[in-house]
């Protein structure tokens, strides 16, 4: 029996990139592993048919009650999947709904978190969800955002990008890894090499190279491209967009940009993600603190 080890971020942050990584870094192949087979090395959190054996409720039928009812032992089933540490993708906040917890944290491990800069997350939600960019902007700052019930998945909880963000990294932990997704753009050796080391790894550099370059965006475009991805919302043309950084600049109002700020520049502010040019967006109340 295993421990859980989730890979949490707010949706469109790099989740999938790290699950990319971890699985070619653990099978060492010299190919890249197919990216619609990293489900069968982590498993997601809201895979509905986990709780199928619990219930004779249709699983697209599924309430946030219901799930509350069977989710601490359906996580609890998730530790049985593999003799050691178990991945789980999360994009669920970090606290309570419906008045039980999100994660069973008494089969929990530890956590890597990813963060991204909410002034681009916004513009990969907008075709992921298939929805416009103001009603992307207003997402982000909805507190009861989240997903709904279907055949495949039980709803997950969002909370708002500021929520998200605070409820996993407010306590520091040993067992907790906070990763910046620009990082990773930046310096992925460096930013690759802390992640495997975070979990007891010590990976030879021509394996941490293979396993980073296997997991790059370009490698998993083109994947999607030639077969697929199962993961794909039906809404979005692609789930693989840019994989890029700043480009709010270009397609971003200052007006937009001043929202966003405005919404959520305490996160920003401790990530680094407040451009100087635009300090003035900061709430005067909060300035003394930012």
Same mark, same amino acid.
């Given at each position: ?35 619609? #087979?990293?489900?069968?090395?982590? =498993?997601?959190?809201? &895979? +509905? /048919? ?7 409720? %249709? ?74 960019? #103001?009603?992307?902007?207003?997402? =982000?700052?909805?507190? &009861? +955002? /989240? ?7 039980? %709803? ?74 199962? #993961? ?10 840019? /994989? ?47």
């Amino acid at each position: 029996m295993g421990a859980l080890i989730w890979l949490a971020s707010y949706p469109k942050s790099g989740n999938t990139w790290m699950r990319s990584f971890l699985h070619n870094l653990f099978r060492n192949s010299h190919t890249p592993v197919s990216v619609n #087979e990293i489900t069968d090395f982590c =498993l997601g959190g809201s &895979s +509905a /048919g986990w709780y199928a054996k619990y219930t004779a409720t %249709p699983l697209k039928e599924l309430s946030a009650e219901e799930v509350a009812r069977y989710r601490m032992q359906v996580q609890q089933d998730f530790t049985t999947v593999f003799p050691d540490s178990v991945f789980v993708k999360t994009h669920d906040y970090l606290g309570e709904h419906s008045g039980v917890p999100l994660h069973n944290m008494e089969a929990t491990a530890g956590a890597i978190y990813i963060v991204r800069n909410p002034l681009d997350v916004v513009l990969s939600m907008m075709p992921h969800f298939g929805i416009t960019l #103001e009603a992307a902007i207003e997402m =982000l700052a909805n507190e &009861s +955002a /989240g997903s709904a019930s279907s055949d495949r998945h039980v %709803p997950e909880h969002y909370g708002s990008w500021s929520t998200h963000v605070r409820t996993w990294t407010r306590n520091p932990s040993p067992g907790l890894l906070v990763m910046r997704y620009e990082d990773m753009l930046d310096k992925p050796k460096k930013s690759f090499k802390t992640v495997a080391n975070f979990l007891g790894l010590k990976p030879s550099p021509d394996r941490l190279d293979r396993a980073i370059r296997f997991s790059s965006f370009k490698v998993l475009k083109a994947q999607e491209e030639k077969e697929g991805f199962r #993961e794909r919302p039906e809404v979005s043309k692609s789930f693989f967009r840019e /994989g890029k950084r700043d480009q709010w600049r270009e397609k971003l109002t200052p007006d937009q940009v001043r929202r966003i700020i405005a919404d959520h520049h305490e996160q920003m502010d401790r990530f680094g993600y407040i451009p100087e040019d635009y300090r003035d967006a900061v709430p005067s109340s909060s300035a003394a603190t930012v």
